[in-house]
């Protein structure tokens, strides 16, 4: 029986969603772990990967379609050998999910606390902001830096993707909250596990410059957040 390939829960508060792109053609062969399609939130374009492996045998929700509900059916998965004839007439609702990956007896990766060292207290560098790991799916607890999009002196605008994080599932952009200029990167690419809420950059807002970081103790800035202007 054909598998149905369901719109997952990217994030803890996701609801509904675009699908952004298919990366497979119906017919073209997906393995464990490939990346099926993309589907977007209001915060980042996600990566979906295949939970089993088959041929892609039929996408019911184009590319494009907006306020597709977590759950929906939105292709379907050839298994076991089977050929699209069994699609003919074929109740998509009735297909079974795809399968969850089996947990691993390997030990976790170390999971990183990154702190920043100084006893200078924040002073007058309150204006900077922490990027903090943010917790991109509802289970999420720890993540690996996939990598950074943006480089130490780069302009960083309100929305633009700031680093991609991975999970076991999907790579997820991180967009940032604030406007400002990019003045450290506190975790750099690895492989090593992120613990959410991690600082993992540092943002120099309302024209600061790079001397504001000398010594600065990241955990006495607030973490970053979007500024919303109260209504007169």
Same mark, same amino acid.
């Given at each position: 029986?054909?598998?149905? =390939?369901?719109?997952?829960? @990217?994030?803890?508060?996701? *609801?509904?969603?675009? /699908?952004?792109?298919?990366?497979?053609?119906?017919? %073209?062969?997906?393995?464990?772990?490939? @990346?099926?399609?993309?589907?977007?939130?209001?915060?980042?374009? !996600?990566?979906?990967?295949?939970? &089993?492996?088959?041929?892609?045998?039929?996408?019911?929700?184009?590319?494009?379609?907006? %306020?597709?509900?977590?759950?929906?059916?939105?292709?379907?998965?050839?298994?076991?050998?089977?050929?699209? %004839?069994?699609?003919?007439?074929?109740?998509?609702?009735?297909?079974?999910? *795809?399968?969850?990956?089996?947990?691993?007896?390997?030990?976790?990766?170390? @999971?990183?606390?990154?702190?920043?060292?100084?006893?200078?207290?924040?002073?007058? #560098?309150?204006?900077?902001?922490? =990027?903090?790991?943010?917790?991109?799916?509802?289970? #999420?607890?720890?993540?690996? =830096?996939?990598?950074?999009?943006?480089?130490?002196?780069?302009?960083? *605008?309100?929305?633009?993707? =700031?680093?991609?994080?991975?999970?076991?599932?999907?790579? @997820?952009?991180?967009?940032?909250?604030?406007?400002?200029?990019?003045?450290?990167?506190?975790?750099?690419?690895?492989?090593? &596990? /992120?613990? !959410?809420?991690? !600082?993992?950059?540092?943002?120099? !807002?309302?024209?600061?410059?790079?001397?504001?970081?000398?010594?600065?103790?990241?955990?006495?800035?607030?973490?970053? *957040?979007?500024?919303?202007?109260?209504?007169?």
């Amino acid at each position: 029986m054909p598998v149905a =390939i369901k719109l997952p829960a @990217v994030t803890a508060d996701f *609801e509904a969603g675009t /699908i952004g792109s298919w990366c497979k053609s119906v017919g %073209d062969k997906i393995e464990q772990g490939d @990346v099926i399609f993309e589907v977007e939130t209001d915060k980042a374009a !996600v990566e979906v990967e295949a939970e &089993e492996s088959g041929v892609l045998g039929k996408i019911l929700v184009q590319e494009g379609e907006e %306020d597709i509900e977590v759950d929906t059916v939105v292709g379907l998965l050839l298994v076991n050998g089977e050929t699209s %004839d069994v699609l003919d007439g074929f109740d998509a609702s009735s297909a079974p999910a *795809e399968a969850k990956s089996n947990p691993t007896d390997e030990t976790p990766a170390a @999971v990183v606390e990154t702190n920043v060292d100084s006893d200078q207290a924040a002073g007058d #560098f309150r204006a900077s902001v922490e =990027i903090k790991l943010p917790a991109v799916t509802a289970d #999420f607890e720890a993540g690996i =830096i996939g990598s950074w999009q943006k480089s130490v002196g780069d302009k960083v *605008e309100q929305g633009d993707v =700031i680093f991609e994080v991975e999970t076991d599932k999907a790579v @997820v952009e991180v967009e940032a909250e604030d406007s400002g200029v990019l003045g450290q990167i506190i975790v750099e690419d690895s492989e090593d &596990e /992120i613990a !959410v809420g991690t !600082v993992v950059g540092l943002l120099l !807002v309302d024209g600061e410059t790079s001397d504001a970081r000398d010594g600065f103790k990241a955990s006495s800035v607030p973490a970053e *957040e979007a500024k919303k202007a109260e209504p007169n």
